[in-house]
DNA sequence: GTATGACCTCAAGTACACTTGAGGTCAAAT
DNA sequence: ATTTGACCTCAAGTGTACTTGAGGTCATAC
């Protein structure tokens, strides 16, 4: 029978840790991208008496948030962000992933209104061949209408 | 009077093409990552007598849609992509950016929907605390239902 | 005519997000 | 006992997207 120790691609009842590589086949990450996103401290691991990984299930949902977050180009930086509330070593409670629930939607928000101007502005300027982008806010992200200092510009009239 | 080799922060009819410095200014856009941008040849100038670059209004367009390509975490390969048809040495016609309009939004609506995902799958499932995410396509872009090969694989039950 | 600021090229350096390789260990199977 | 595959660490390499610096030119101002 397999036992508690079985390695690759092992059997396991749900409450055994996962090795590196099962983690990796589970969620199509790479051994080294988690190695690495380990020393980021993203996801965290216990270690064997022969100092191997093993991961807690709930790293998964880590990992699959990991790869979400790249996919939609959000740096790893603003990862660590998100889950700074959530704890590494014992499994998330509701409570914890609710926190982390919000910032994300927060940030997904975010993104999506950026892109739904930009389609918007697609639509009323390239979409018309003038392109003038006179009043997109994602040019002028931080202060749409403030300041005439440095950064970016309205395109004038001109140039529409 | 102000000359048309009138460099620096000139004074400007409407055809006048900008100096670097200008794009730099009006774009947001560092002098050092415009010439950049020339290397990969997302953009183009003219030359000087003296060797240096002249930019066409119309660059100022380019310049800001890669801008806001890289907001939202586009790479500059797709940009270029993006920009297949736009001729870079006339100013585009109609057609031209309407063509580069319908790249765009394809683009920009996969982009959309990833986001739309996953926010339903963030009130779904984190926000009830289990972040299953059992069903997101996010995590199986390619082919939702497809290959049980290698790849991600979908959480089971257990791990939910 | 010379100083000043904007510009030029080219090479090298930086930050992020990893991958690859060398050299060695661990663990189940034969 | 030894082979095999999975795993370990650490250093170096890769691709993207630039920035920085050296050394020199261009153009307007005084």
Redesign the interface.
């Known amino acids: 029978m397999s036992s508690d120790t079985d390695a690759g691609r092992a059997v396991h009842g749900?409450d055994e840790p996962l090795t590196i590589g099962e983690m990796s086949?589970?969620?199509?990450v790479a051994p080294s991208a988690l190695h690495f996103y380990e020393t980021l401290g993203l996801i965290a691991s216990t270690r064997t008496a022969g100092n191997q990984r093993r991961y807690a299930?709930h790293m998964?949902?880590r990992v699959?948030l990991i790869?979400?977050a790249k996919?939609?180009?959000?740096p790893l930086s603003d990862v660590q962000d998100a889950f700074a509330d959530v704890p590494l070593a014992d499994t998330p409670?509701?409570?914890d992933?609710?926190r982390?629930?919000r910032r994300?939607?927060r940030e997904?928000?975010k993104?999506?209104e950026?892109?739904?101007r930009?389609?918007r502005e697609?639509?009323g300027c390239?979409?018309?061949?003038?392109?003038s982008?006179k009043a997109?806010g994602?040019?002028n992200?931080d202060d749409a209408l403030g300041s005439q200092g440095?950064?970016?510009?309205r395109?004038r009239d001109?140039?529409a």
């Open positions: 749900p086949r589970r969620t199509g299930r998964l949902r699959s790869t979400v996919r939609l180009g959000i409670s509701h409570a992933w609710q982390a629930s994300w939607k997904l928000e993104r999506r950026g892109i739904e930009l389609e697609l639509t390239i979409g018309c061949g003038c392109l982008m997109c994602l040019l992200p440095a950064g970016p510009q395109l001109e140039d």
